[in-house]
């Protein structure tokens, strides 16, 4: 009789334990030896010598990949995430040491992704935060219990709201306003014009003459005839 065993699989991570004097890590690290392309702006998580480092755009040792935990001496859970070949990814939070939650930050590829919430010790949201690849782009708002303030980013830079120029427009009064106007202020022309408006209602009151045009071609005058004078005859006849 033939038995075949089943060769397990090469192991890819190991579970690790760092003690410290405040605090215990739960972490996996990689075991692969393959070569990783690595980013020279993002920061590595590894493990060497029973130590956990970070360096930007490099590592020393076996890189951070998948979940990590953090207790304080009372067992209470004070950072939980998860890392991606040594870069943090994900969902990360932190908790205050009464177990009230500190923070909510996403991640994606060891950078900053998506709206950030941090929170008081009493459990109230204090402050949001919208990050694109590391950077504040959008509206943060911070919290206190009177106001709440709005402040502008576009790519870590606040951004200054625009004060738009209003032209000044010249209040023009109609001609018979300011007519008004300068009659109330000199009372001498009062009398003046109040005598001008008198004669032109006398003229407006008197009857118009009409003339006979002459020159009317429907209604011609008829002109007078010359009268002949009789001829003188001769008295030598």
Request: positive net charge; charged residues 35%.
């Amino acid at each position: 009789m033939n038995v075949f065993a089943q060769i397990p699989s090469k192991l890819k991570h190991s579970e690790i334990i760092v003690n410290s004097k405040d605090s215990t890590i739960k972490a996996n690290i990689l075991l692969n030896k393959k070569k990783i392309h690595l980013h020279n702006n993002c920061i590595y998580y590894w493990y060497n010598s029973d130590k956990i480092e970070s360096n930007v755009g490099g590592y020393y040792g076996k890189l951070l990949d998948g979940s990590y935990v953090v207790f304080d001496k009372q067992r209470n859970l004070v950072t939980q995430g998860v890392f991606d070949k040594g870069l943090k990814n994900r969902q990360w939070k932190t908790w205050y040491p009464d177990g009230n939650l500190k923070s909510i930050e996403k991640f994606k590829k060891g950078k900053k992704n998506g709206k950030a919430k941090y929170f008081s010790p009493d459990g109230k949201i204090i402050k949001m935060v919208p990050f694109k690849n590391d950077l504040k782009q959008g509206k943060m708002y911070t919290i206190t219990p009177d106001t709440v303030m709005v402040v502008k980013f576009k790519r870590d830079q606040i951004v200054h709201p625009k004060i738009k120029k209003t032209k000044k427009v010249k209040e023009v009064e109609p001609e018979v306003n300011k007519e008004k106007k300068e009659v109330n202020e000199n009372p001498d022309t009062k009398e003046k014009d109040k005598s001008s408006l008198k004669i032109k209602k006398k003229k407006t009151n008197q009857n118009p003459v009409i003339e006979n045009n002459t020159n009317n071609k429907e209604n011609p005058v008829p002109k007078k005839k010359k009268e002949k004078k009789p001829k003188t005859q001769n008295t030598n006849e």
